[in-house]
Nanobody, 129 residues
Framework: QVQLVESGGGSVQAGGSLRLSCVTSGVTYQPNCMAWFRRGPGQEREGVALIRTVTSFTSYVDSVKDRFTISRDIAKNTLYLQMNVLKPEDTATYYC??????????????????????WGQGTQVTVSS
């Protein structure tokens, strides 16, 4: 059974940094795409960052560009999200997600949640001003 387990969340002051991790287990193949999503208080879940594992192509939502970096350590089956210069509006529960195949859509509709096969339970990030 495939499991995604996030960690690394916490409370930080504005301007600070956190690194989220997502360990994947139970897979017999490398997911083609992995991504981070988040849901802020009273908001819908939104896509934040995507990585296409076979090419290391990355994509970010505008609000986090130049502040967040998504990366993956294949040997450790771990996805990361380095978050710098955090803002109060980054406060949310962060989820990692994996898609078995994404070649046809990763550049056009990367944030369609239904395209992702597996999801983690989330880790909370709180940024205070």
């Amino acid at each position: 059974q495939v499991q995604l387990v996030e960690s690394g969340g916490g409370s930080v002051q504005a301007g600070g940094s956190l690194r989220l991790s997502c360990v994947t287990s139970g897979v017999t193949y490398q997911p083609n795409c992995m991504a981070w999503f988040r849901r802020g208080p009273g908001q819908e879940r939104e896509g934040v960052a995507l990585i296409r594992t076979v090419t290391s192509f990355t994509s970010y939502v505008d609000s986090v560009k130049d502040r967040f970096t998504i990366s993956r350590d294949i040997a450790k089956n771990t996805l990361y999200l380095q978050m710098n210069v955090l803002k109060p509006e980054d406060t949310a529960t962060y989820y990692c997600a994996a898609a078995s195949s994404c070649r046809s859509w990763y550049q056009t509709v990367p944030w369609d949640e239904y395209r992702y096969n597996y999801w983690g339970q989330g880790t909370q990030v709180t940024v205070s001003s």
